[in-house]
């Protein structure tokens, strides 16, 4: 009964949110609220999953598709407000959460009001991030956002071990908070790290596209398991694997990479409209488990109201504080339009959700879970639609950055217009067996004017020879790819640019594989 439940979900949430996406809508908000609202349908059977299903199932791919597209360079340049807000603000916020809730919450404890903190700290970047794509935020705003999210629910899922470790008398690897934080960092990135390198040394012995996209697919799972079991952060250990297989894209085959993009594209359009379709199915359940243990409703919603003001004020005050133009903290100073819009990004989702699902039993528990979806529900209907009239309000622009980009991008065609003239140049010198000497003139003039292999396969007339084009074509587009990921790494082209040029020679090579 549990599959077709969750194939219906899957289908239902698919088609909301295409519906939503044609119309203009925001479908996470869109997804929440039908969801909801079909949990009060009379005989509704509860749709509930492990949440060690969610967490190894559900939030592994979305963060390794989200690294996959992340880089280095701009985790490294971005790193201090990166590391402000994935971890500072989510300890922060946890702090600051369970006080509050220890004081309004009655019957609620200390410790089970940090066990709430910690569930409701880590914003969830998928709507936020999505907005920004849309809206066209700068990229070093998008890189903060982006690095955030990959670090955030590393920092609050280390956070809840502790706290319900601390509400349960139960043990962890290291009793050492600090210690557990540190290994758990440590541990997953080194999992993480090596896992992506042995992958990358994999798919470079494979050359098949189909099973290259395959063991791809494999390696948020394993990446987040194998570091689990050895008690670090999976959450961690994923984001390395993807960094780092990101980063080394350069060198897979332009097949597996077009076959990558759109995989990985349309898994996470899957797994986000599951997830709030998920998380508005629970509204009805997780009231009527509320309403067993005798509260009573005007005691509840106040302080839940209290906690949902707290947890969207935090952020902006938080931000406000360390990355605003004052006095206070002069270390990171962002541009005002920048602190806006990151200190209303707090939406909570699938981690909070999560989470909440596994809170062992303990005191307060119902009040947990119940206080968790409000405050997920309510940050996701009050900032979520706000968010996209923010940014159009603040007409986000960067003349300097949108000029970088129109330099970087002349500046990317250079080095693979040289770097494909100069291979040229030796193809010539050296040309391959059989080769025509007139037809790799004709061949260098075609390629050199056009850098495009569509009319130069076109006129060969001989298969063999049209597979010597296609061979040059591919040294030349080979060359071409070389040279910018060479230049990347020397810091002469960002990330974006080289991963732009990338894909139009991948199209362009798919064409010359067309045509022969």
């Known amino acids: 009964m549990r599959a077709i439940q969750l194939l219906l979900v899957v289908?239902?949430?698919i088609a909301v949110a295409a519906l939503a996406h044609k119309k203009g809508l925001q479908s996470s908000l869109v997804v929440v609220v039908l969801a909801a609202l079909v949990s009060f349908v009379p005989g509704l059977p509860r749709f509930e999953?492990?949440?060690e299903m969610i967490l190894g199932v559900v939030l592994p791919p979305l963060l390794y598709s989200a690294a996959l597209d992340f880089s280095f360079v701009s985790l490294t340049r971005n790193l201090r407000p990166i590391l402000g807000l994935g971890v500072g603000l989510v300890v922060a916020s946890t702090l600051v959460t369970g006080v509050?809730?220890?004081?309004?919450?009655?019957g609620l404890a200390l410790v089970p009001a940090l066990v709430l903190g910690s569930v409701v700290a880590p914003p969830d970047a998928v709507a936020a991030l999505a907005v920004g794509r849309r809206l066209g935020l700068p990229k070093r705003l998008m890189a903060i956002l982006t690095g955030e999210s990959l670090l955030n629910d590393a920092a609050a899922l280390t956070i809840f071990t502790l706290t319900v470790a601390a509400a349960t008398g139960g043990h962890t690897v290291f009793e050492n908070p600090l210690l557990l934080f540190g290994y758990g960092v440590l541990v997953g990135s080194l999992i993480g790290l090596a896992l992506g390198f042995v992958v990358h040394w994999i798919r470079q012995r494979l050359r098949d596209s189909g099973l290259e996209t395959a063991l791809g697919l494999v390696v948020p799972?394993?990446?987040?398991l194998f570091a689990e079991e050895l008690h670090a952060s999976g959450v961690l250990a994923v984001v390395a694997a993807g960094?780092?297989?990101g980063h080394n894209d350069t060198s897979a085959g332009f097949a597996t990479r077009l076959q990558g993009r759109e995989v990985w594209k349309s898994l996470d359009v899957l797994l986000e409209a599951f997830v709030f379709a998920y998380m508005g199915l629970q509204c009805r359940f997780v009231f009527a488990d509320l309403h067993l243990t005798g509260t009573d409703w005007l005691w509840f919603a106040l302080p839940a109201l209290a906690l949902l003001a707290t947890v969207i004020l935090v952020r902006?005050?938080?931000v406000l504080l360390t990355y605003g133009q004052n006095k206070l903290f002069r270390r990171e100073r962002l541009p005002w339009p920048y602190v806006l819009v990151i200190s209303w990004t707090g939406m909570r989702g699938v981690v909070t959700m999560a989470a909440a699902a596994g809170v062992p039993p303990m005191p307060g528990r119902d009040l947990i879970q119940a206080l968790a979806f409000v405050i997920a529900v309510g940050t996701l209907l009050i900032q979520g639609p706000s968010l996209p009239v923010l940014i159009r309000r603040l007409a986000l622009s960067d003349p300097a950055e949108e000029r970088e980009d129109l330099a970087n991008a002349e500046r990317a065609q250079q080095i693979s217009r040289r770097a494909a003239k100069k291979t040229l140049t030796k193809l010539v010198k050296h040309p391959p067996a059989n080769a025509d000497p007139e037809l790799m003139r004709r061949f260098e003039e075609q390629i050199t004017a056009k850098l495009t292999a569509r009319r130069a396969a076109a006129e060969v007339s001989t298969p063999a020879l049209r597979e010597i084009m296609l061979q040059l074509r591919r040294d030349v587009l080979a060359a071409q790819r070389l040279?910018?990921?060479?230049a990347r790494d020397e810091g002469k082209l960002d990330e974006d640019t080289v991963r732009r040029e990338l894909e139009r020679l991948d199209y362009e090579e798919a064409a010359a594989a067309a045509v022969s």
Request: charged share 0%; proline share 15%.
């Open 11 to 13: 289908v239902g949430a």
């Open 49 to 51: 999953l492990p949440p």
């Open 100 to 106: 509050v809730a220890w004081w309004v919450v009655p």
């Open 221 to 224: 799972f394993a990446a987040y």
């Open 243 to 245: 960094l780092t297989l």
């Open 316 to 318: 902006p005050l938080w």
């Open 483 to 486: 040279a910018l990921a060479t």
